[in-house]
């Protein structure tokens, strides 16, 4: 059966690291889509979430340059800054495109985050993430009491 669509999304996620085998394949490490960030303060601090973003797409019948846009939403319902990235989709139908971000995100609200994956205007898919606020309240410890003198 021929191909006749395309491109199509093969994948899109968040991890902590990428790597190029020597080989050529790719490796990801830790796919993640929740996040924890602690502090000693009531609300969260501004954090920067240190990730890798990963969007894969399979060629089909495509062909040509391309722009793949990764918008991201903060659970305030807020767009982010965008970022964007010009590719080229050649070769057979199974080939492809492999965009990978390493990026520091900056959250500044615990809740859910969406990532959109759009292509040349058309929206392919949304990558959540959840971020979690853990208060981490400081000990305060005891002074350590002087031993007994001796006589």
Known sequence: MPIQGGPYLAAAFLCEKALREVDGVNSFIRVVDRWTVTGPTEAMPQTAIQATLVVIFKSGIHRGAGQIVITP????????????????????EDRGIAVILPMAFPVQEPG????NISMDGQSFSEIPLRVIYHRVVPTVQPPNPSPPQQR
């Open 73 to 92: 939403v903060s659970p305030s319902d807020v767009r982010l800054p965008q970022r964007t990235v010009r590719v080229l989709f050649e070769g057979d």
């Open 112 to 115: 859910l985050y969406w990532f």
